[in-house]
């Protein structure tokens, strides 16, 4: 399984995080998809090209880099504007004047409405509030399709968290006095 998933259907290159990882790895991942992609000719290029999904700054500069000279414009979905329930593309990359920087396109494509739900984990200093949290968050990031959760820590009476990631790549996490 990747740690960041790419997919052409039609004109929309479809995107989303995988397994959880760093970003390091996020990039390099993506980076060996569109490689293979390219080299296949899955990918060939056109006159326009929608990206739509999640993507860190790090592989939304990947993804440019890699394609934009493939296209002759590129256009992110964005799911602030546009009619409501429906996604909307705002061109980001252009080198021909049939499309603007900035240019909305809007489609006939459903958006998803979100129902997110929030979590409230309480209780008193280290009855493992912050490794639940954790495993929660790596949980709910392996399911395929899941939203990658987003957390928000407060610590108002000093508490962090207790836990350390395995891997050696990661700096050990520790309370400090």
Known sequence: ???YHIKLEGDVLRVKFGIPANG????????ARL????ASEEIKGGRLLKVDGPAS?????LIAHKISHLYSAIAIFDPKIGRKGYK????????TPAYKIGELIETDEAQKEKSALKVVLC????????CL????????GIIEGAPYPYVITACPDGEGAWFS????KRSRISKTT
Request: aromatic share 4%; hydrophobic share 40%.
């Open 35 to 38: 490689d293979e992609m390219i």
């Open 57 to 61: 700054l790090a592989v939304g500069y």
């Open 123 to 130: 209780g008193p200093p280290q009855s493992g509030k912050s």
């Open 88 to 95: 909307t593309f705002i061109v980001v990359i252009s080198h």
């Open 24 to 31: 390091d790895q996020i990039v390099q991942d993506a980076a």
């Open 165 to 168: 990631p395995s891997s050696k």
């Open 133 to 140: 949290r954790e495993g929660l968050k790596q949980a709910i």
């Open 1 to 3: 399984m990747s740690t």
